[in-house]
Antibody, heavy 122, light 107 residues
Framework: QVQLQESGPGLVKPSQTLSLTCTVS??????????WSWIRQHPGKGLEWIGY???????YYNPSLKSRVTISVDTSKNQFSLKLSSVTAADTAVYYC??????????????WGQGTLVTVSS | DIQMTQSPSSLSASVGDRVTITCRAS??????LNWYQQKPGKAPKLLIY???SLQSGVPSRFSGSGSGTDFTLTISSLQPEDFATYYC?????????FGPGTKVDIK
């Protein structure tokens, strides 16, 4: 059974870069048919999809964050990572990694990591 | 982006009640609609995909219906472990967008 686990600093200073890693266990990130995603949830709010990466390295980002987001993959470590630059307090959120499962033509997020709270504050 | 709305935003119900949550898309999304359950401090959990397909391991008291712009999640007999927030999500176009959630709490 595939499991995902986020890791990274819980506190980031304004204007700096938020960096998180998602480690995948129980399955290979290189197996086709899945997109590896980042999703965030502002405190007490709804869910916002940030972007995804395929094992080949192709990416797609939410246009609202595209200028600040980079998602990368390390297949040798079975990990994918998120970088969000120039953060402000508005980027304070719980960040989730998730597998986007595709069963043509449909797709959905399953499973999810447990989430990690990142606070932007000086 | 496709906008998703949900109603009600919250509801109070008793164990054994039949509960219905509605999700509406700002444009037709065919059956590209998923439902998730989220409990406090936990990650969302997939319940229903493709509008009406029950995810493996999810109790049969959960069901989904609808197509086009209007969708429904029904819990046929609410159980204590079902008190949570429920989100719909469209996967018709990228970025996949989520509804604002419906919180189900104890009456």
């Amino acid at each position: 059974q595939v499991q995902l686990q986020e890791s990274g600093p819980g506190l980031v200073k304004p204007s700096q870069t938020l960096s998180l890693t998602c480690t995948v266990s129980g399955g290979s990130i290189s197996s086709g048919g899945y997109y590896w995603s980042w999703i965030r949830q502002h405190p007490g709010k709804g869910l916002e999809w940030i972007g995804y990466i395929y094992y080949s390295g192709s990416t797609y980002y939410n246009p609202s964050l595209k200028s600040r987001v980079t998602i990368s993959v390390d297949t040798s470590k079975n990990q994918f990572s998120l970088k969000l630059s120039s953060v402000t307090a508005a980027d304070t959120a719980v960040y989730y990694c998730a597998r986007e499962y595709q069963l043509h033509p449909y797709n959905w997020f399953d499973p999810w990591g447990q989430g990690t709270l990142v606070t932007v504050s000086s | 982006d496709i906008q998703m709305t949900q109603s009600p935003s919250s509801l109070s119900a008793s164990v054994g009640d039949r509960v219905t949550i509605t999700c509406r898309a700002s444009q037709s999304i065919s059956s590209y609609l998923n439902w998730y359950q989220q409990k406090p401090g936990k990650a969302p959990k997939l319940l229903i995909y493709a509008a009406s397909s029950l995810q493996s391991g999810v109790p049969s008291r959960f069901s989904g219906s609808g197509s086009g712009t209007d969708f429904t999640l029904t819990i046929s007999s609410l159980q204590p472990e079902d008190f949570a927030t429920y989100y719909c999500q469209q996967s018709y176009s990228t970025p996949g967008t989520f509804g604002p959630g419906t919180k189900v709490d104890i009456k």
